[in-house]
């Protein structure tokens, strides 16, 4: 990821002042409508989603521990395998990534996606 220019930050400090002065709140992150539903109706959440931050805060330490627990030759494999799922299947992560935060791809990484999908698959 390339830094941010000089006229990028005083851009984004302008729209941020801006949002602050006519007291606008952040935007809300929205949640996928599997993960609604399963909240509406008290179900179980999907694998990686806490009902509050202390919860996921435990989990993510808990799973820390164990796989620092592992040697480095274990953690290696398991970062490899997580790096290949995770660019064979980087449009639907971006795509539901963007869903969650509603937030828009930028022109770069609308790009990036676009030449993965054809070198990499």
């Known amino acids: 990821m390339s830094a941010l220019s000089e006229s990028q930050i005083d851009a984004i400090a302008r729209r941020v002042a801006e949002r602050m002065r006519a007291g606008a709140a952040p935007p809300a992150p929205s949640l996928g409508d599997s993960v609604r539903e399963s909240l509406a109706r008290g179900g179980a959440l999907p694998m990686g989603v806490f009902r509050t931050i202390d ?30 799922s995770m660019m064979a ?33």
């Open 55 to 84: 919860e996921c805060v435990a989990a993510a330490q808990s799973a820390f521990s164990a796989f620092s627990k592992l040697g480095l030759e274990k953690r290696k494999v398991i970062i490899a395998s997580i790096r290949e």
């Open 89 to 121: 299947h980087a449009i639907s992560l971006a795509r539901e990534a963007r869903e969650e935060t509603g937030q828009q791809l930028t022109p770069h990484q609308r790009i990036g996606l676009y030449i993965q999908k054809l070198f990499c698959q």
